[in-house]
């Protein structure tokens, strides 16, 4: 009968029955130590030997600290704490608007805020330093590991301990099949299995689950180019915003946007040359239903051309579905309606023909509000040049008199426009910037009612609004669409991306899969029996060695069959003395 046993006892303890002296005892230790050998990249780390250590060694102490795996965990933790602030508090670089919003609001935070640099978070020193200190932690980590485990690849696995008792899965059975026989079984079958095997000595090596170690290495060189794919985009993005009327175009230089943003590094000429324009915007939305009002589609009909003499293009821009020309990529992020006026000074003269003026929505049914300026052309009744603004509110479905005045579907089916008339001058050739949206009040006049009110009308499509004292007119002549469009230049999105991924699978592979090693030593016992022995050892304890080891030892028990045990009872053989000399001459 075959005797074939598992040991999944701790590696170093030593089996019932055996008591090695201490000498052997250190020598197996040494033995089993160099065989779990390399079972990982990871560097040692020796206390230092602090009152020995001079200006070197300090340094040497302070690198082995900063490319250690804790201190890159730190950082990582720190860089993500750092991101907080940014979040939750307005940057000068996205809002300055609300920045300065922010400072008048909090006149004891702003000043500590501006100290520790929480308005410009992520172009701060301490959040550039901790930024610094991950990657110079991470590539000082990498790179030894990195030659230390081609070095493995290059290398073979150690030999077989002499005690192969002492290892965590051990199994054992004996067989009338020659050691070399067994030998060679084993080898195929380990290679079989995607080992890498190789004989040596009385026994074969072998060893599995080096992606494990490619796993952990991918894993922190997607962290780099993660890192350096993020500040690449940091230093070189561009975002800025446009809207635009049907009908109208747009070409990609800096004058050309209504707002803009950019990294530090960016140059205009670093914007990529094409135009397009906006042939017609579509938005269906849901009519009944607790959803309704709710969009269904928005879809903009785009012609646009690369280059200067670029051949024009169709295409169709939707919600998520950007255009993308070389670097630069095209998004349709809102929506709105345009009144068309027409505005008559006192003596009837057209001085706005048919002019579209953008509104912007306050809600979700697209009620929206702005202003209409008419500033050059004008003349009052008694012929002195002025300048005219009107507040305007526009309802895309008005709800009818004694409603609200709150538009009650976002589509175009009872539009009313409300204005609120303004006479003198608007400010804008102060050369102080204003919005476009609204009135600077500070030096019009109103318009009065015969109540001595401010002069207002609510208008339909096609009516009139005449002013007060022969002041003039403004005809409500129909409605246009605009659409807002986003164009984002982020280079090394790519890489970002593909680093992600790769960071993603690096770690599943090193936590997933199991590096381990299993030996299969066959030699002849004292009866002229081989017996053979198979053990292994996992960088970790681990459940899957000794499964793993069981079925190996199944598969190779069909190749080497058991063979049966010795009686007990059966006396043992007397040798003869007349055969022993010729015996130890055939041995020699």
């Known amino acids: 009968m075959s005797k074939t046993t598992?040991?999944?006892?701790?590696?170093?303890?030593?089996?019932?029955?055996?008591?090695?002296?201490?000498?052997?005892?250190?020598?197996?230790?040494?033995?089993?130590?160099?065989?779990?050998?390399?079972?990982?990249t990871a560097p040692g780390e020796d206390a230092p030997n602090l009152p020995s250590l001079g200006v070197i060694g300090w340094a040497r102490w302070f690198w082995r600290q900063l490319t250690s795996m804790r201190v890159a965990l730190l950082l990582l933790l720190l860089l993500s704490l750092g991101a907080i602030p940014g979040s939750l508090i307005p940057q000068s670089g996205i809002d300055a608007t609300k920045v300065e919003d922010f400072r008048q609001r909090h006149e004891t935070l702003a000043p500590?805020?501006?100290?520790?640099?929480?308005?410009?978070?992520?172009?701060?020193?301490?959040?550039s330093a901790i930024y610094i200190l991950l990657f110079v932690s991470l590539i000082g980590c990498i790179v030894p590991r990195t030659w230390q485990f081609v070095?493995?690849?290059?290398?073979?696995p150690p030999k077989a301990p002499k005690r192969l008792t002492r290892l965590p899965a051990y199994t054992t059975w004996r067989t009338e099949a020659e050691p070399e026989q067994v030998r060679e079984a084993a080898?195929?079958?380990?290679k079989k299995r995607r080992f890498r095997a190789h004989a040596t000595g009385d026994a074969v090596a072998a060893e599995k689950g080096y992606l494990r170690e490619v796993g952990n290495l991918v894993f922190h060189i997607a962290l780099i180019v993660m890192l350096v794919a993020f500040a690449w985009g940091q230093l070189f993005k561009f975002e800025g915003n446009k809207l635009i009327l049907e009908g109208d175009g747009f070409a990609n230089t800096l004058t050309q946007y209504d707002d803009k943003k950019s990294g530090t590094l960016f140059t205009p000429d670093d914007l990529e040359p094409f135009s397009f324009t906006l042939k017609d915007f579509k938005g269906t939305y849901e009519a009944t239903g607790p959803n309704r009002?709710?969009?269904?589609?928005?879809?903009?009909?785009?012609?646009?051309?690369?280059?200067?003499?670029?051949k024009e293009r169709k295409t169709t821009v939707k919600v998520n579905k950007p255009l993308e020309i070389d670097g630069s990529k095209v998004y349709l992020v809102s929506h709105g309606y345009a009144p068309v006026l027409t505005v008559r000074d006192g003596k009837g003269n057209v001085v706005m023909d048919r002019e579209a003026v953008p509104l912007l929505p306050l809600d979700a049914n697209v009620t929206s509000s702005g202003a209409v300026k008419v500033m050059d052309g004008y003349r009052n009744a008694q012929g002195k040049k002025e300048q005219l603004g009107f507040n305007a509110f526009f309802l895309p479905t008005y709800g009818g008199k004694g409603t609200t005045m709150v538009s009650r579907f976002p589509a175009l089916i009872n539009p009313m426009l409300a204005l609120s008339a303004y006479h003198g001058d608007l400010g804008v050739d102060s050369g102080i910037p204003q919005s476009v949206y609204q009135l600077d009040r500070?030096?019009?006049?109103?318009?009065?009612?015969?109540?001595?009110?401010?002069?207002?009308?609510?208008?339909?499509?096609?009516q009139t609004m005449t002013l007060p004292d022969g002041a003039g007119s403004v005809t409500f002549e129909g409605v246009k669409e605009w659409a807002g469009f986003q164009v984002t230049r982020q280079p090394a999105s790519g890489w970002a991306l593909a680093g992600a991924v790769a960071a993603i699978l690096g770690l599943a592979g090193s936590l997933f899969i199991q590096r381990r090693r299993v030996w299969v030593r066959a030699v002849k016992g004292a009866d002229g029996v081989t017996v053979v022995e198979m053990a292994g050892l996992g960088r970790s304890e681990s459940a899957k060695v000794p499964e793993e080891l069981g079925d190996l030892a199944g598969s190779l028990y069909e190749r080497a069959p058991g063979?049966?045990?010795?009686?007990?009872?059966?006396?043992?053989?007397?040798?003869?003395?007349?055969?022993?000399?010729?015996?130890?001459?055939?041995?020699?």
């Open 6 to 40: 598992t040991d999944t006892s701790p590696a170093g303890k030593t089996p019932p029955g055996e008591a090695p002296d201490a000498a052997e005892d250190q020598v197996q230790d040494q033995d089993l130590s160099a065989a779990g050998s390399q079972l990982s």
């Open 112 to 127: 500590i805020y501006d100290k520790l640099g929480l308005f410009h978070v992520y172009s701060s020193v301490w959040f």
């Open 151 to 156: 070095g493995q690849l290059r290398g073979r």
């Open 187 to 190: 080898l195929a079958l380990l």
């Open 293 to 310: 009002g709710t969009p269904r589609t928005y879809e903009a009909d785009l012609t646009y051309s690369v280059g200067a003499y670029g």
């Open 442 to 462: 500070k030096n019009l006049k109103e318009f009065k009612d015969t109540d001595g009110e401010l002069f207002k009308k609510q208008l339909a499509i096609g």
């Open 563 to 588: 063979a049966p045990e010795p009686d007990p009872s059966d006396p043992p053989e007397t040798p003869d003395p007349a055969a022993a000399p010729a015996e130890r001459a055939e041995q020699k």
